[in-house]
């Protein structure tokens, strides 16, 4: 059964603290994603890697960065967190021959006071 | 526009009843279709896909696209209160490898 992991399910932090999610999958994915989900807005890409050390920016990049050392984990980083940026955040991994199939995560749920 | 359209509902059917999903786009260079569900506090997973056009059935899940409307629709037959949740379309340019979401349609069936 495939297993994508994330740290939290519900953090809570205080505006401009730097904030880490972190994601693991057991699958031996290549691809690895983190998405936000915002009521009416759908799932919006934030970053994508297709392999370790790589990544490129997906729809909305501003404010956060991602560290991809291993093949098996993705860490979101948010520099300095802001209000506007309380969401849930999902990550996904996938083959890249079966990018259209993405695993997801439960979701952590972020709250920025 | 956005490249993806869904209504977000929500939608509530009695049980037994079909219910009628459906996503518009506007790249007409996408060639995958697919269905996500999202179960409350969990993440999406896939139901079921389509390459390019045509229809495709999975149980009492059928999915139609329609690349000249540019229109896709997911159908339930003998709908179940199990099926209740947020239905996600989702779409991509053929090797893209990345996937854009419509907004989720949350569905609830009513015994």
């Known amino acids: 059964d495939v297993k994508v992991t994330q740290s939290s399910r519900y953090l809570v932090k205080r505006t401009g603290e730097k904030v880490f999610l972190e994601c693991v999958q057991d699958?031996?994915?290549?691809?690895m994603f983190w998405y936000r989900q915002d009521p009416g807005l759908g799932l919006r890409l934030i970053y994508f890697s297709y392999d370790v050390k790589m990544k490129e920016k997906g729809d909305i990049p501003e404010g956060y960065s991602v560290s991809r050392e291993k093949k098996e984990r993705f860490s979101l980083i948010l520099e300095s967190a802001s209000t506007n940026q309380t969401s849930m955040y999902l990550c996904a991994s996938s083959f890249p021959r079966d990018y259209h199939e993405q695993y997801f995560g439960p979701g952590t749920r972020l709250t920025v006071t | 526009q956005k490249e993806v359209e869904q209504d977000p509902g929500p939608l509530s059917v009695p049980e037994g009843a079909i219910v009628s999903l459906n996503c518009t786009y506007s790249?007409?260079?996408?060639?995958?279709f697919m269905w996500y569900r999202q179960y409350s506090r969990k993440g999406p997973e896939l139901l079921m896909y389509?390459?390019?056009?045509g229809n495709k059935e999975d149980g009492r899940f059928t999915a139609q696209v329609d690349k000249s409307s540019k229109y896709i629709s997911l159908f339930i037959r003998d709908s179940q209160p199990s099926d209740s949740a947020t239905y996600l379309c989702?779409?991509?340019?053929?090797?893209?490898?990345?996937?854009?979401f419509g907004q989720g349609t949350r569905l609830t069936i009513n015994p």
């Open positions: 389509t390459y390019s056009s």
């Open positions: 790249n007409s260079a996408f060639q995958y």
């Open positions: 989702a779409m991509s340019i053929n090797g893209a490898q990345k996937l854009v």
């Open positions: 699958m031996d994915h290549e691809n």
